[in-house]
């Protein structure tokens, strides 16, 4: 094959940003050579949006280069089926797989990861309507009757603000002949004199102006002063309003999830959430760290987490009508690889064992040197981490949910992406991650989603015919199942029959949704005719079987954390559920399957992203922030990969509810009953 | 007139920057509107480069803007006379002045800050040949017999060396899974177990390379570290050779000078100095201020220094053959204006009552950040100064004399562009400023020049016919007369009878030399034929009268600092003699002329540039540098100018050698031997 170098682009592009010339779009990948002798359109269907590639371009990077936001988890890899699109008219070099029947190529669709453009083409790419952005912080909505109390709103009320940031009004002694010290000590020993702060740091962009404002202002100004650091944020005639904010950010493997929050009156001013744009690279953690491995892709994953922050801060500023001036701390709290990402640091080595993270505690950076805009040089915190499987954003949770004050046992359960687990008290505590995959994020399930509008997140079956009835987010037809709604599906599966103990399906109970397709059993959940996309939505016995793992693993970390430090499950006084899935699990269906102790409901609070409430906290007083490098270094890991109990435990656990029934009484009860 | 705006360029410029469109050069300085319809040429001899420029354009302007180095002390003001030129043909529309007579306008010479170009010319610059750039650090080159033993070689070898930048071979604990903390953790504990250092801060371009460092070199690794902010450097393979430099610089008024050190060994791989490129806005402190004032003034003269330290770096590189990456610190010391302007801060009211600055003590910055090139992220520290007029180029002084260390009593006296001094022990220090003027540079003095090559710097006159005999520095054809040979003529021309007591001439004696012209009388020290210029070389009674004043000044100083400690000349154990001036002066003509106390000359040491050398001390060790805050804590500031004291010793002292002549006994005695 010959190469046009003629003409040639050479150059770094970023995700989303494309160069144009007069009359092409090229694609150079960092620095490659296509040929450019022929150029094919792709045009985008329903928008109209046309872009070029050359001969042989990858379908998928055509549509990622151009800013489109395809869904993928395994980062190109072929293995996920997630990229799928169809092709309207055209060729492309497309193999089947999997992932994809010849049924369904027949139809016009493929894996866009797979195919290769060889010709002019038309492409539609599902529209996954997103969920509308709603920050799941445990202050705001909880539901009824299900609020923890030390973490509601009153209780965040009577905190003792104690911030980073101080403001104070002073006045500076006016020089004279005899007294003819520098404004700036001068300056210092007023502050000094009024806050007790020492070692005041004034940079030099400050000092620039001191002198002028000094003068104009007859030695009257107001200064705002980090008190943690010493550092002088901002100096300003007396007179004017004074206002400085924080933003709280969580940086979730899926969502991210800001607060812009008023430092003078701890008010929230804003919040804003938005799904973390590296899914496009690999929907968990795991696939992230392989993408972190090519040539860049650290570079990107790092940028396009910070281009998604720069568009929540651009929100909630224009929102709220703040100044980024007025912003002087950002408190960022996530999970190991989120933070390293987030820092552009490697998290290679999160994957291999023995799971070392590049480091847990990162120094405060300026927001510039990570590329983060609209805030100054705010400056930038992080939240301590314990490990690699275990962040900054269950120290957080920790923090926020008062785990390590309280005498009486506790569980913190965060389930997201992963699902990690705290067990302690104001003694101590253990913790450890239970790598229960993707699976109630809908990875793994072939009709599984994300809580998206139009996802199926309850599920009743009628006891007669086997028919689910079921509620959908947005009250739209359904496109999938996500994670409650698939917690709720097992559960009912199993009390009704559909499934045995082992999660095999039972053929001869007469149910006539039970349907043998493409070669498997289904049972279906809706039919094509009420479906979005007019096809069945399912669950077949190998999602079943993902989703026992997943649920087994959650279980047998618990067991596994009680019985390391010599307790049963009946010691728990209270259970802390956080994250995404925690905040909308019903906790019946998940007993029922046996992924959660079987205790008194009440014992229960659901408290959302306990991440970012943490960070808000660390926001609004700085002993709150030393209080999370205090819990990161007291809670012990246990790392659970080579923890035989722990397998012992996850293999008991792969039947419904375990196979060890005696911690189950309520379902023993419910199946008899039944 | 009419403009035409067409082809304008609208931009800024830094000096010596030019910017060149196709066919033209134009000189828009920042956005202004010029006629550019008509452009004239400046052929410039004996280079024979050649620029253009608008009609009525400022000729000394558009020199400077095109990078030549056009000599000024008042910055444009058209009054000190020094950016004298010769106009070798055509038009150009000139004023003539106090600074230059009609005879000389004659023969083609004029002030080029007081000249519009109307034509094509032809401009001959003076070409000033500059001194060997020869740093004059106390440790080098010594006057044989008169060096001062705390300061020599031997006792800089014997400085413990505790340098600010610690390395240590590093063995890092590798991780196992139950001891799987992050990379981060186990270096920073292994560390501190090696060095005791402490809160040790790991910025995150190393933390990015960290963990494939340390297993690529089997966890063991070479740490370079900031002992005194617990910063880590620099971390690389245990096996290469480490090596870390350090830069110290002065930054005087008139001169830079620069130290390239090696932290390892203590040795000084290198010097260099060079002449303050400020110069051109203005020859001394105060008219530095006054160009900082105007717009982008201070942005100018910050720019102008910083290039100068660039080159100088360079050049130290260049020569030693050191890497840039290797050079961890950066030690600053300069007056208190030159301090501002290196950071760009604005010293405007150093020059305004009650004379503050606007700081003595400035954060710890990396190079990058104030724009200095070659060394990377080095961190840049500067020493504490005392007060507007006493800078940290006397901290460093008294340092580096270890006036602060001696329970004798100690006169420290730097005498450059400024004459600054302490006097005092290591139980209480005193200083002050006394604002001599730039006369012993060679400002108001009609053929005073600085120390370059060509200046006369010794001069003896015969006694029979007062003819002059004189040495010139590098052997030339004299251009003028620098501040040594101007304190040699005025002591000799008193102890000769050539002048009285008042410094007017003796009409009366027969001198030859005397001459009346151009309105006023003139001892000519060489003739026309003699000299470079092809123009007398001569001393007029204003000349004296401002170099009377200057003396008067320096001692008046001297005394009132005394008096204000109850002590006298007589209870002086050491002067130090530091500066430009202070390394070349003839004491015994300083002591006629009444500018340097009478006491036994083997009490004076000749120390060069303390500056620098204290900046070097406190690159070696970082208690040096804790010394100095200390240093500049315990001087009392004495304000001259509002002290009635020191205004009465002022006049007394405008008298030859003074009006007291009971502390001159030495003088005395000469006279009277005459």
Request: with cysteine; hydrophobic share 40%; glycine share 8%.
């Amino acid at each position: 094959m010959k190469y046009k170098t003629e003409g040639l682009f050479h150059c770094r592009m970023h995700s989303g940003i494309f160069l144009k010339s007069e009359k092409i779009y090229v694609f150079p990948q960092r620095i490659k050579i296509m040929d450019i002798s022929k150029l094919f359109s792709i045009k985008i269907l329903p928008d109209g949006k046309i872009i070029r590639v050359p001969k042989n371009y990858n379908l998928r990077q055509a549509l990622l280069e151009n800013g489109l936001n395809i869904d993928s988890s395994c980062g190109g890899a072929g293995t996920c089926g997630r990229c799928r699109v169809r092709i309207a008219s055209g060729k492309v070099h497309a193999v089947p797989g999997k992932k994809i029947s010849k049924r369904e190529m027949e139809k016009g669709f493929i894996l866009s990861c797979s195919a290769e453009v060889k010709g002019d083409i038309e492409v539609i790419i599902p529209q996954v309507k997103k969920r509308k952005a709603k920050i799941e912080a445990g202050l705001q909505e909880l539901p009824e009757g299900k609020i923890y109390k030390s973490i509601d709103k009153t209780e965040i009320a009577k905190t003792k603000i104690n911030p980073w940031i101080l403001k104070e009004k002073i006045t500076v002694e006016k020089p004279t002949i005899f007294y003819s010290t520098s404004d700036l000590f001068r300056l210092k020993k007023s502050i000094l004199e009024k806050t007790g702060v020492k070692d005041i740091k004034v940079p030099l962009n400050i000092l620039k102006n001191l002198p002028f404002l000094l003068r104009e202002n007859n030695w009257e100004v107001m200064v705002v002063l980090n008190r943690e650091t010493g550092t002088l944020i901002k100096i300003q005639p007396a007179s004017e309003r004074v206002s400085f904010y924080g933003l709280a950010l969580d940086i979730g493997t899926t969502t991210l999830a800001m607060h812009l929050v008023d430092l003078l009156t701890s008010e929230i001013a804003g919040s804003a959430s938005e799904y973390n744009p590296q899914i496009k690279y690999g929907e968990d953690i795991i696939n992230r760290i392989v993408y972190s491995l090519k040539k860049d892709g650290l570079e990107e994953l790092h940028d396009s987490v910070i281009g998604a922050i720069n568009e929540l801060i651009l929100k909630l500023l224009k929102d709220s009508g703040v100044s980024g001036d007025d912003v002087s701390v950002m408190m960022v709290s996530g999970n190991s690889t989120m933070i390293h990402l987030f820092y552009g640091v490697p998290p290679k080595f999160i994957r291999e064992e023995p799971y070392v993270t590049v480091a847990n505690k990162f120094l405060n950076v300026s927001a510039g040197e990570l590329g983060i805009k609209y805030i100054g040089e705010a400056e930038v915190y992080s939240i301590e981490g314990v490990a690699s499987y275990l962040g900054g954003d269950i120290t957080s949770g920790v923090l926020a949910t008062n785990l390590s004050g309280r005498k009486k046992l506790s569980l913190f359960l965060d389930l997201g992406t992963n699902g990690e687990l705290v067990v302690g008290n104001s003694q101590w505590m253990i913790g450890c991650s239970c790598s229960a995959g993707p699976a109630f994020e809908g990875g793994g399930v072939k009709c599984g989603v994300r809580a998206v509008e139009g996802a199926i997140e309850k599920v009743v079956i009628t006891e007669k015919d086997y028919r689910c009835s079921y509620e959908v987010i947005g009250e739209e037809r359904p496109v999938g199942i996500c994670g409650s709604g698939l917690i709720d599906l097992l559960g009912e599966m199993y009390l009704r029959g559909v499934i045995d103990r082992k999660g095999k399906f039972n053929k001869d109970i007469g149910n006539s949704y039970l349907r043998f397709e493409d070669e498997e059993y289904r049972y279906i959940v809706a039919e094509r005719k009420d479906s979005a996309a007019e096809k069945d939505i399912f669950i077949t016995e190998v999602d079943i079987n993902n989703l026992i793992r997943a649920k087994a693993a959650v279980y047998s970390g618990i067991k596994t954390l009680l019985e390391e430090v010599d307790l049963n499950i009946a010691d728990i006084d209270r259970v802390f559920l956080a994250g995404g899935l925690g905040k909308n699990i019903n906790v019946q269906s998940a007993i029922v399957i046996g992924m959660l102790p079987d205790i008194d409901l009440n014992r229960y609070s659901f408290l959302g992203n306990t991440s970012v409430t943490g960070a808000y906290l660390c926001l609004l007083s700085n002993e709150k922030y030393r209080l999370t490098e205090k819990i990161a270094n007291k809670i012990t890991y246990l790392e659970l990969s080579v923890n035989m109990k722990f397998m012992d435990r996850y293999i008991a656990g792969l039947f419904l509810p375990n196979t060890d029934l005696k911690d189950f009484p309520t379902v023993e009860r419910l199946l008899y009953s039944l």
